[in-house]
């Protein structure tokens, strides 16, 4: 099943209070731990912390704040668990690709510390180095199809379409492996 993840009308979901956001996110699961999160214009989160579990997204609309780093459509985000989250928002609204690595426990706290740099790589203009880019301990972005072992997410750039595959399509695509 291919879904386009830029025309989410038609997937079911759920408003959702991110912790110490001001309002609801709308929330719709498309496989065990990715989810397609539309934050509404307007939202912010003023509160700091982080997640126990490292969480990996794509911004596909919008415009996301996330400590500091403005994230731009196309645009792939790594925050590994434990790193600091403070002044997030989506001042006009935002559509995201998001994925944990493991239960997504929000612990709020005024310091913590991160297990590894957040990175921020634009998926459609990096350069991928034979064999495929490494993104996260579960994706990478490659841009030559080979054989999977087993059935991935596949996320096909810069059409924005999402599928569970063993089958890698032609062109670029993020390849994330459910842990």
């Keep these: 099943m291919l879904i386009d993840l830029l025309d989410d009308a038609g997937l079911p979901g759920h408003a959702f209070l991110l912790p110490g956001s001001n309002v609801p996110v709308r929330l719709a ?65 935002a559509l995201a690709f998001t994925a944990f690595a493991g239960q997504a426990t929000w612990v709020r706290s005024d310091r913590d510390v991160p297990d590894g740099p957040a990175q921020r790589t634009p998926l459609e203009s990096v350069v991928i180095p034979r064999g495929g880019l490494p993104l996260t301990p579960h994706s990478a972005l490659l841009d030559t199809p080979i054989p999977l072992d087993r059935t991935a997410e596949v996320i096909t750039v810069p059409t924005w379409t999402w599928e569970r595959s063993a089958l890698i399509p032609e062109g670029r695509v993020l390849v994330r492996w459910t842990p």
């Design 29 to 93: 699961r498309l496989g065990r731990s990715a989810t397609l999160v539309r934050f509404p214009p307007g939202w912010e989160r003023a509160g700091r912390g982080h997640y126990l579990a490292g969480e990996e997204f794509v911004l596909l609309a919008g415009e996301l704040r996330v400590a500091g780093i403005t994230y731009l459509p196309g645009q792939h985000g790594w925050l590994p668990a434990g790193t600091l989250r403070h002044s997030c928002a989506a001042p006009h609204g």
